[in-house]
């Protein structure tokens, strides 16, 4: 049984800083964080591929945000920078997001004020 644990969340000032970290069981095959702000949808914010840290980041985010990966730990990290009141919302780590089978995480608060 996959399972995703988050961890980092929290509450920070205008223009601080947070990382967010995601352990995956087994290997998985892309990683990605999604945020769902009140009443919006939940919408990517940035991806990983795991074998050769292939990424993609959503436009908002671009410059401020970094994804990483650790294979060794089947682990992602997500460092957000110059955090924006817009950028508040749960931060949602998922698993293999194309698969039939992906994983999603429990998500993590962030609250940026």
């Known amino acids: 049984h996959v399972q995703l644990v988050e961890s980092g969340g929290g509450s920070v000032e205008v223009g601080g800083s947070l990382r967010l970290s995601c352990a995956s069981s087994?290997?998985?095959?892309?990683m990605g964080w999604f945020c769902q702000a009140p009443g919006e949808q939940r919408e990517g914010v940035a991806t990983?591929?795991?074998?050769?840290?292939?990424?993609g980041y959503e436009d908002s985010v671009k410059g401020r945000f970094t994804i990483s990966r650790d294979n060794a730990k089947d682990t992602v990290y997500l460092q957000m920078n110059s955090l924006k009141p817009e950028d508040t919302a749960v931060y949602y780590c998922?698993?293999?997001?194309?698969?039939?089978?992906?994983?999603w995480g429990q998500g993590t608060q962030v609250t940026v004020s």
């Open positions: 087994g290997s998985p095959y892309c």
């Open positions: 998922v698993r293999d997001l194309d698969a039939q089978d992906n994983v």
């Open positions: 990983i591929r795991m074998i050769d840290g292939s990424l």
